[in-house]
């Protein structure tokens, strides 16, 4: 009996959620900052204003990111626990 180890199977479905985790938090980052953006250039905004909403694009994407990135991973792991 292989106790403690993985198989090829969990080890590879380990990897394909790795891999959509990743893509999913790196295109909703990249949603909000855009939306950042589109909205820095709607609203003609110059100098430290238009800095101002992409930095805070860029905050909230990287938050949003890293919480769809670690949301996705908990969940897996979950369903994991649970399939043993």
Sequence with gaps: ???GRESRWEKDAMTVEIVFALVTAA???GLIFAVS???ALTLDLSGSAERRVLTGGALLGAL???WRLVGVLLR???Q???SR
């Design 27 to 29: 295109a909703l980052a």
């Design 37 to 39: 953006w589109a909205l």
């Design 64 to 66: 949003a990111g890293a």
């Design 1 to 3: 009996m292989d106790t």
């Design 76 to 78: 897996f792991d979950k």
């Design 80 to 82: 994991r626990r649970l």
